[in-house]
């Protein structure tokens, strides 16, 4: 098991009881991949658990066998993000020296990820904002994204407020693009996504001459 893997299995585990058995890790891994299809059809709110064990293959005896309920799901999904962000993020800002090049791989490896978690980020809109321990956890990771970019960047003048003003710029468009299927611009469209990327660039360029 690779140390990414195993980071990812420590933060799905601590919401759902311990796997030790291959099977019951993969059933496990199968409900978290079912939670997060019917979130992204349903929402939050619309989910059932019984929804997710039919998506699932399995019984909702299952579901609750290995996790408490639809809250444990959510942050199992959430952590598990998070950990393979991190992960992804390392290998991105290795990638390059270049400022345009590191924030344009930025954008384009953020949008694959929020295409791939699409029930994920339609449940932390739905349920993550009035839960402290939800905003907890993804503002802490906001904080330590927003480090890392500054630290390959090197110090240069889009440190500080400005990338924080970038990510947010790439998260707000990514997830109006998950809510609203009538969004002008759609995160699977390519030419969008490299137009958000120039955005950025843009922007801290623009920075850089103040």
């Not at 707000?172 to 969004?183: E, P, Q, R, S, V």
């Amino acid at each position: 098991m690779t140390k990414a893997s195993a980071a990812k299995k420590k933060a799905s585990e601590r919401w759902s009881l311990p796997a030790t058995q291959a099977r019951s890790r993969a059933t496990r891994e199968k409900l978290l991949e079912a939670a997060e299809t019917v979130f992204a059809a349903k929402g939050y709110t619309g989910a059932k658990i019984s929804d997710i064990a039919a998506e699932a293959g399995c019984s909702v005896g299952s579901v609750y066998f290995r996790f408490k309920d639809k809250d444990a799901l959510f942050f199992a999904i959430a952590e598990s993000f998070i950990e393979d962000a991190r992960g992804n993020l390392g290998n991105l800002l290795a990638l390059s020296d270049d400022p345009q090049a590191i924030v344009r791989h930025f954008v384009t490896a953020t949008a694959a990820n929020v295409r791939k978690h699409r029930g994920l980020f339609r449940a932390i809109v739905e349920r993550g904002f009035d839960h402290p321990l939800a905003m907890k956890t993804i503002f802490g990771f906001r904080d330590e994204l927003a480090s890392a970019l500054e630290k390959a960047l090197h110090g240069r003048a889009e440190a500080g407020i400005q990338i924080r003003v970038m990510t947010q710029m790439v998260y707000g468009f990514l997830i109006t693009g998950i809510l609203n299927k009538d969004a002008p611009t759609q995160i699977s469209d390519a030419k969008a996504i490299g137009g958000l990327a120039d955005a950025c660039i843009a922007y801290l360029n623009t920075g850089d001459k103040r």
